[in-house]
């Protein structure tokens, strides 16, 4: 049994934001259509598609969902859209701020036709604010959030986060609001309005970072690059070793004691060192001595003898040596699939629910691949009303 | 009426990980208990800690919960978390890994004194795999992630992001589990285990970095900076101003040809700008000019100048102007208040329902501040009960 077993969710979304959102839902047991203009989602084309146009990206978060083809800009693809409408608990869309209600699709028209529908807007900026409205990307809300003045060197440009922190983080929040306004349903009986914007989701991710702001009045540096953020803890670094970097931190003395214990270099003994205080007040000094030991033996030599001590540590993994982790192979969150077109990649789900196991994801459909089975399962048409729509240009 | 009415949340979390997904489920008006040890949440008495050993970032994570002190070492302490189990909706914890399970208070255990109870686990690396059991910090995590290697200049060191985006990519997937769960006891009217690990939930973000290494054969450079993540877009980075950073990208040829326009700089002209594929070719030379521009100007002439030209752009803000920001005051996720204490700061909740709007939070309760009125009121204990409890050191 899947926790979302009957939940019908449509999905107008397109990049990663309410993709993800309706991916999770997936791997929850609904059932997601995922709706895409006629040149489909632009994540379909990027330079890493397939022979058939289908991205490694678009394939990762768009697996186990149906596929409408659908034109919004023709009255007769609204007029399909709407009857969906009426069929779904869950309708989720982030097109560009607006673009709904200028469809007449908006919130008001769709909890008219179905006051049971959940409609779940992703946006930039959300729906009120001077900003309402602006078009966002993941660059200009890292920009507009303070996640790049936090990232990077004390002395060098604030730095975007590598990984897309901000569309991921949206679309994480969106689904809990999804969830608990279907919760909230069994209560009431009426589907409701979720929205979530790009720029709240992130931020409380700097909690820690606007705190040290406000109790320092403004002292601390805005980024640290691997240091401690509030640079009272030390050593606290990432260090270069045989065969790429090393992250070590010493939270307390005895953490700082065992790893002297570990290195054995004579230096360590200088009074400067003996205390915390001492330590951030020399961190160069104390990083010197921590890397020249990081810097002759690998990765793995190191975290075998410090996890052995004790002390926290983690390698710095690459892309290539994430994907291959143990670890994330056995976790399964990025999964290795194969079937009878070859090998390929996707996301499960960082959710693991005792009574509701994932649903395994089938591979991502091509462009509109199931939109003669939707018309005629879901909205009971006839080939005949069907052909029309394609002759319309609506599918 | 809120989406939570009635729930009743038991959060016997510390850090980030768990408070927050609870602080998520209290705004959405779920009776929430915030259970501490007798030393208190480790992040009550960080550095930023005012006079009453209440820290900046914990009175963002903890305003509009209850707060009980109880030992679980203590049988009595643990016979307390038992019978507040059996009054519960929802437990979560982020203990270190296998903490409970020691105690006695696993999850076949609660589940046994109360079937209907959902019990929500937060770790760094689940229940199962070869690290699973091993303790995580927001930077190991980073490091094993693949977070740090993609930030940075391609020429320099692996950086951490500043934003804990581990923590709070956990606890947003977290809550995200629970509301799952409570729907499905809808319909089964039993609870389960949900678990996230903090790996797993930042590894969805990681989509486009893996997308682009497994395509390009490791070819792509696992950091780019500021640049494009591909290398496939010209200009896009952070440039620097009279004042400080303005990021700006040129996603088509149109917006590089109004970007020209606006700069009025002969420079452009060169042919080897003249598509895209060239100025990737030359992206160095493109960045200076485009730096030249910007060097001359503010962050708000270049925002209000770009705007109206039609290219993205933002400012990046630091973490100053992002909490005077008028956009951020007006949306409230970063919540300004004022009690009869003083001026105080707390974090609102990205999750904007129209049918469930934000219970307002009161400041966070001092360690124990609840203890006998949950007592008393939750578990129908009597005076000499109580005290029995204090005399034991159980609370």
């Keep these: 049994m ?39 989602d632009p994540y379909r084309r990027l330079p890493t598609a397939d022979a058939e146009g289908t991205s490694v990206q678009f394939s ?38 607006g673009a709904m209600d200028r469809f007449g699709l908006g919130y008001e028209e769709l909890h008219e036709l179905n006051p049971r529908l959940i409609v779940a807007s992703g946006t ?79 931020l409380p991710s700097l909690t820690s970072n606007i705190a040290g702001m406000i109790t320092s009045g403004g002292a601390m540096p805005e980024r640290t690059g691997n240091r401690h953020g509030g640079l009272a803890v030390v050593p606290y670094n990432a260090y270069r070793t045989i065969d790429g970097w090393a992250t070590i931190l010493c939270p307390t003395q005895a953490h700082w004691e065992r790893l002297t214990d570990v290195m054995q270099d004579p230096t360590t003994d200088d009074p400067r060192f003996a205390d915390m205080a001492g330590r951030c007040a020399h961190d160069g000094d104390v990083d010197s001595i921590v890397g020249r030991w990081t810097a002759t033996r ?69 462009l509109g691949a199931d939109t003669r089975q939707i018309l005629h399962d879901d909205l009971g048409m006839s080939d005949d009303q069907i052909d029309e729509l394609y002759a319309a240009g609506a599918v």
Tied chains: 1, 2.
């Design 298 to 366: 690998t990765k793995d030599e190191i975290s075998a003898v410090l996890a052995k001590a004790n002390i926290p540590n983690a390698p710095v993994l690459t892309l290539g040596e994430l994907v291959d982790d143990p670890h994330v192979r056995e976790r399964g969150v990025l999964r290795h699939m194969s079937d009878d077109k070859g090998e390929w990649m996707t996301l499960g789900s960082p959710l693991f629910l005792s009574d509701s196991p994932l649903v395994e994801p089938s591979r991502a459909r091509l």
């Design 2 to 40: 899947s926790a979302l077993k009957g939940v019908k969710v449509v999905c107008v979304g397109q990049f990663y934001f309410a993709p993800y959102c309706s991916m999770l839902l997936a791997r929850l047991g609904a059932d997601v259509i995922k709706i895409e203009a006629p040149a489909g």
């Design 124 to 202: 930039g900026f959300g729906s009120f604010g001077p900003y309402a409205g602006e078009p966002a990307m993941d660059l200009t809300i890292q920009a507009r959030s303070a996640v790049m003045s936090t990232t990077g060197e004390t002395d060098g440009p604030p730095l975007r986060t590598g990984p897309s922190v901000v569309d991921f983080m949206g679309g994480t929040h969106l689904v809990a609001g999804v969830l608990a306004a279907l919760f909230q349903r069994e209560h009431t009986g009426r589907g409701q309005h979720v929205e979530v914007a790009l720029q709240d989701a992130i």
């Design 60 to 97: 990762m978060l768009n697996s186990g969902k149906r596929a409408l083809r659908l034109d919004l800009k023709n009255p007769a693809g609204r007029e399909v859209l709407r009857q969906l409408a009426q069929t779904a608990d869950v309708l989720i869309q982030n097109l560009a701020p």
